[in-house]
């Protein structure tokens, strides 16, 4: 290193954060020494100068190694993955080049510490992943393909969109809890429990943590929480994970319009506050060039409505017959039909005996409940939520109904005991609402560490 050269100033990569902005715009860097870290994400060599796309998971930056610097030991033997200490001073690329944020890093001199090289020969991290790479050897190279731009603008993103889920209920006045992940009840269906030895008894990973929401409301008022929810799939479905980030809240003293209204305003004001951070946005845009924000009002329309347009377009149930009122959308129908009307849909009023047991039945047609479903182009049903019967009596007859025991749900019955009120509320599938956001062909990109049926690793 040259110490007569002007002392460098560390920085990192990333553009959001206001000293760096400076670096991203592109204006004020011109002729400052900097100090980065990083790793080398591409490199490409060229008439004695090799150009390197250096990565911190805040940003990209090019760093031309030119003269001696690009003939040493190192800079031969470089492979990617490696980490790097480089001075160098900030310049506008070159007219006609392109670099990210227009700007590059000429090198005066690096420093791979001991233990910072990548593997290199077979090992090396391109021959572990790539185009040809089978589809179960990515995932179990999810540690690594992490690393790829897709896979970290996918997490990104997921980062923003769970900080913005709590700034929007913060906004609303809702409170924040943490419900448990081992219970003894089940939500939605005994089907997909996950059970598990729990001491001497019998507990399972909880399906949604709703109906503990539902205790919290006579005491903190409106309520929300992230947290993991687990359902045993058998199905490999690209919507279906074992375990996967639920968004769900509870309203109290609402009728079914407010929840719509609440579900629309919520998700809408999600993605502004997202997309206000332009990493983000662009992370979007390049992701999902066609995204625009959906309009408002969403569609609305009712379960019997849905019914009569499926068999308008002659897209058939599972047993290959027309629907007929009573059947339950499939994940294929559901997915046609929201594609072709490509836009999202709330669709409400689903029949008692395809729902679950806590749904309040419409006062004007017993045959359905207060029930939605957001659905969403390219994905489908993101969102399932319902007003909940608030009637001791009611409820009762709607566990008898369903064959369930209520004695291990006495604290959920005993909220009718002590001061009922009409509420409701529903659960977001965040993977979901990512494949939607990020146009992602499955839910399995759109988390860090993927668990479905067969998988469990790493
Ligand atoms: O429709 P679901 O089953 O509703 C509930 O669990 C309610 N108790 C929630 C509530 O009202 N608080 O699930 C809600 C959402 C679905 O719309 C979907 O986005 C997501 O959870 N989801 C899954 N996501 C990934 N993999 C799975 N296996 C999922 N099951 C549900």
Redesign the pocket.
């Known amino acids: 290193e040259d110490s007569s050269l002007p002392k460098p100033v560390r920085i990192k990569l990333d553009d959001t954060d206001p000293e760096k902005i400076k670096l991203g715009d592109g204006k004020d860097t011109k002729g400052t020494r900097v100090r980065v870290f990083g790793r080398v994400h591409r490199e490409r060599k060229q008439k004695g100068i090799m150009f390197l796309t250096l990565r911190d998971g805040y940003g990209y930056m090019q760093v031309v190694l030119a003269g001696q610097l690009a003939k040493t030991y190192d800079a031969l033997t470089l492979t990617r993955e490696t980490s790097m200490e480089i001075l160098g001073e900030l310049a506008e690329v070159p007219a006609g080049a392109h670099a990210p944020h227009n700007r590059e890093l000429h090198a005066d001199f690096y420093k791979i510490h001991p233990g910072w090289k990548a593997a290199g020969g077979d090992d090396a991290i391109t021959n572990r992943v790539s185009k040809d790479t089978e589809h179960a050897t990515l995932l179990d190279l999810r540690h690594l393909t992490l690393r790829g731009e897709t896979a970290s603008k996918v997490l990104i993103v997921r980062d923003a969109v769970e900080y913005a889920f709590n700034v929007v209920y913060k906004e609303l006045r809702l409170r924040k809890v943490s419900p448990p992940a081992l219970v003894q009840t089940m939500?939605?269906g005994g089907a997909t429990l996950f059970g598990l030895p729990y001491y001497t008894e019998e507990a399972f990973l909880t399906?949604?943590s709703?109906l503990y929401?539902e205790t919290c409301l006579p005491s903190m008022g409106d309520v929300f929480c992230i947290e993991k929810?687990f359902?045993a799939?058998k199905s490999l479905t690209r919507?279906?994970?074992a375990e996967?980030t639920?968004i769900?809240a509870e309203l109290d003293y609402i009728n079914f319009d407010d929840l719509l209204n609440h579900l629309e305003l919520v998700m809408c004001r999600v993605l502004e506050v997202a997309l206000a951070n332009p990493t983000v946005k662009q992370y979007i845009m390049d992701l999902n060039p066609e995204f625009e924000m959906p309009e408002r009002p969403f569609k609305r329309m009712k379960y019997s409505e849905a019914i009569e347009w499926l068999v308008e377009n002659n897209i058939l149930n599972e047993d290959g017959e027309p629907h007929k009122f009573g059947d339950d959308i499939a994940e294929a129908a559901e997915r046609r039909m929201t594609d072709i009307i490509n836009r999202p849909i709330f669709l409400t009023h689903f029949p008692a005996e395809i729902k679950?047991f806590y749904m309040l039945k419409d006062k004007d047609d017993a045959r359905v409940t207060e029930s939605v479903?957001c659905l969403m182009p390219g994905v489908g049903?993101?969102?399932?939520?319902?007003m909940r019967i608030d009637q001791h009596e009611e409820l009762m007859a709607a566990f008898k109904r369903e064959e369930i025991d209520p004695a291990s749900y006495y604290w959920y019955t005993d909220q009718r005991k002590y001061g009922s009120s009409p509420h409701g509320?529903?659960?977001?599938?965040l993977?979901?609402f990512l494949a939607w956001l990020c146009k992602q062909h499955t839910?399995r990109d759109c988390c860090l560490y993927p668990r479905y049926f067969g998988r469990c690793k790493p």
């Open positions: 939500v939605e399906q949604s709703q929401l929810s359902r799939e919507r279906h994970l996967y639920h769900e679950a479903d049903e993101i969102v399932g939520g319902s509320g529903y659960g977001l599938g993977e979901r839910v």
